[in-house]
């Protein structure tokens, strides 16, 4: 039984709405320079293909920053200005069109300058991302829990920037707090969602490199939608943005809390294994990747369990002594040697799917 998401406000970023029980949003971040706006481009619409809902860009100067409107132009995904302390930068991302900022108003300082990106978001009616992370908390909260990052600084630095934006009357207004620490992590989310009704974006910052990354990602972030926490998710590796994306839909599938694109089982092989598992579960995964039918692949090496997931599956093969049978729905459709096991396989999978 799925678990009773917590009741957040409804906010729009672009067309995509979170937030108010609408369904948990997929996120990434480019990796490219954002003054390169043709590699910036291409790297975004590569992501859209891989089912990325919303994008952000690093804004690091005022170039940075001017770019963003001919990104924007070029793009269908809803655009995010990832900006810290610079308040001119952030007007100049709203003017040019993004869909939402990313910005601390404590990093500003100056209620002059928070006022003036709050002006520029309520003139262009797009919220503001208050991000928390462990490794960029605020000096004086460190000091006050005896230099250390904890969760309750996490959420009082939170708190803090929240309270700016609400004392100018904006409210479009999304809350994230992410630390490297997973424990540390999911006792902050289960603080902030006790005190704002705005929508969460969750993660675990710098996660580290893939295979590390997204364990530590998957137990962090599953451990937190588990707690009926959650609005929009990212999966933060030291590496390609596309894995970003496809992690972070194996994680909510795995939650069940979507049902988007092909989901592969397969034995974990052993002495009984006939056939040779892993190479044709790792060519279906590559083949299968763009298809966005929520289908269940089951891909099984002999006779003890694989015919069962297999007929439980929408699609699956049981293989054994170098034949396989693939069956559809439920029923054997065809019995084929090892060498033609993929193709038959796919041939099934794509007469069900829509690409």
Same mark, same amino acid.
């Given at each position: 039984?799925?678990?009773k998401?917590?009741?957040t406000?409804?906010?729009?970023? &672009?067309?995509?709405?979170?937030g108010?029980g609408?369904?948990? *949003? ?17 790297q975004?619409?590569?992501? +859209?293909? $891989? /089912?990325?809902?919303i994008?952000r ?9 001017? *770019?963003?409107?001919e ?6 995904l809803?655009?995010? #200005?990832?900006?810290?302390?610079n !308040?001119e930068y952030a007007v100049i $991302? ?5 869909d ?7 990093n500003i /300082?100056d209620?002059?300058k ?5 002006d ?19 000096? @004086?909260?460190?000091? @006050?829990? !005896? ?5 309750d600084?996490l ?9 700016m934006?609400e004392?100018l009357?904006?409210?479009?207004i ?12 999911? @006792? ?5 969602a006790q005190?704002?009704?705005?929508p969460?974006?969750?993660g675990?910052t710098?996660a580290?490199i ?9 137990? &962090?972030? &599953?451990?937190?939608?588990?707690k ?14 596309l894995?970003?994306?496809r ?9 069940e809390l979507?049902f988007h /694109?092909?989901?592969?089982?397969s034995c ?10 892993? #190479?044709i579960?790792? %060519?279906? %995964? #590559? ?11 089951a ?5 003890v369990?694989g015919? /069962?997931?297999? *007929?439980?599956?929408?699609?699956g ?7 396989g049978l ?5 029923q054997v459709?065809r019995?084929v040697?090892?060498? +033609?096991?993929i193709e ?8 069900m *799917?829509i690409?």
């Open positions: 039984m799925q678990t998401r917590n009741n406000k409804k906010i729009k970023i &672009g067309q995509v709405e979170i108010g609408k369904p948990i *949003a997929v996120q990434s971040m480019t990796k490219t320079d954002t003054h390169n706006i043709d590699a910036t481009v291409k975004i619409n590569d992501l +859209e293909k $891989a /089912g990325c809902q994008v860009c690093a804004v690091p100067d005022r170039e940075a920053a001017l *770019a963003l409107k990104i924007k132009r070029q793009i269908k809803p655009l995010v #200005a990832d900006i810290h302390f !308040h $991302a709203a003017e040019s069109g993004v939402k900022l990313r910005i601390n108003p404590g /300082g209620p002059a928070v006022k003036l990106v709050v520029a978001a309520k003139a262009h009616k797009i919220p503001i991302r208050v991000g928390v992370n462990s490794g960029s908390l605020d000096k @004086k909260i460190k000091q @006050k829990y !005896h230099g250390h990052t904890t969760a600084g959420v009082k630095s939170a708190l803090d920037n929240v309270k934006l004392e009357n904006f409210h479009d999304v809350v994230a707090i992410k630390a490297t620490s997973v424990p540390m992590t999911i @006792k902050a989310y289960e603080m902030i005190k704002v009704d705005y969460l974006h969750v675990i710098e580290g893939p295979r590390v990354g997204m364990i530590r990602s998957a137990a &962090g972030i &599953g451990a937190i939608l588990a009926g926490i959650g609005d929009t998710i990212r999966v933060s590796l030291t590496g390609d943005p894995e970003e994306v992690v972070g839909y194996e994680i909510l599938k795995s939650m979507t /694109g092909v989901t592969i089982i974990p092989t052993c002495g009984r294994a006939d056939i040779d598992v892993v #190479a579960a790792q %060519e279906i %995964e #590559a083949r299968t990747r763009e298809i966005k039918q929520p289908l269940t692949v891909i099984m090496g002999c006779e369990n015919p /069962g997931e297999a *007929a439980d599956a929408d699609v093969l049981a293989g054994g002594n170098g034949v693939i069956f559809r729905e439920g459709v019995k040697p090892e060498a +033609e096991m038959a396989l796919m041939d099934e999978i794509e007469s *799917a690409k």
